[in-house]
């Protein structure tokens, strides 16, 4: 492997045909950037997954080379902002939907994409938490600006919290010291991971249709982060308490929201939006230095570790929704 010719998943759709293969290339076929970078790690992610697949809706140009998701050791910077060997990551921006990714055993990024790695944080930890250990965080800290304090121990929801997103949220909220979680699952199995995590009550999915279009329920949660959308989250809505906050931050059930202004102009409901994709760059040292400080939370995590070449199966797993806590792509030998 050398980085005029290495290995990379590509996706690519030729005359309606769509193919995802691993492939050898050169750094030809990589986006334009100043950054070259030995990719050590990546993560597999929900948008991975949609990337990688036939009418996913997220790669709009092909060939794409997936991952949302890298660290890595810098191999060039043609702007001399970063030293050769030096530990960086790539969380998000467009790498693996508009600008090659992660899933490559080379990477070619902007250097404003680029975060060096803090002490007392790895090139594995970073993926363990990568987009979806961002999104957590964010989450988490929206709902801390909007009243959550663990003295009070409100209750907290968090929904796919047998997920990536969910069962870091659920790990970073019982660090924290919040002690009245409610993970939401879907399939009995995934109880023994959420509970690991941290969980202290577990909800099936199906409790929280509890009729067709409510417009306002018993108040049950005070926080909820949700990670589903679609149906769920239009559901649980009128069930939040009265001054209490919803962090929206996933589409894996659908991306319409069908609900009224009750819970909003009766209750006083927040309802707060969660990106990391271009948050500033600021916020995402800011927590990935807490992540290597305060929050680092990464025993009692369920992650799987699998190799380059099983990338497929990790994603199909992804798809058949029987995929569990985080999965890192050990990309170097």
Known sequence: MNEQ???AWVVDEVEGQHTFSLKSIDRNQ???GEVLIKV?????????MLASS?????IRNYPMIPGIDLSGEVVEDSTGTYQVGQLVAVIGYGAGVSHTGGLSEFARVPKDWVMPLPEGLTSKEVMMMGTAGLTAAL????LLR??????EQPAILVTGASGGVGSVAVRLLRALGFSNVTA???KPYQEAVVRTAGANNVMDATEVFIKENPLLLKEKFDFIIDNVGGEVATHLIPQVSYGGSMALCGNAGGIQLNTTVLPFILRGVNLLGIDSVNIPRADRRAVLDRFANEWHVFDELTVDEVG???VADALNQLKQGTHVGRTVVKVIE
Do not use: C, T, W
């Open 54 to 58: 036939p009418k996913g809706g997220v």
């Open 184 to 186: 939401l699952i879907r």
């Open 40 to 48: 050590h790690y990546s993560s597999l992610n929900y948008k991975d």
């Open 5 to 7: 010719s290495f290995r």
């Open 30 to 32: 990589l986006s334009e």
């Open 146 to 151: 909007h009243g959550m304090r663990v003295e």
């Open 139 to 142: 989450a988490v800290q929206a």
């Open 308 to 310: 380059f070449s099983d």
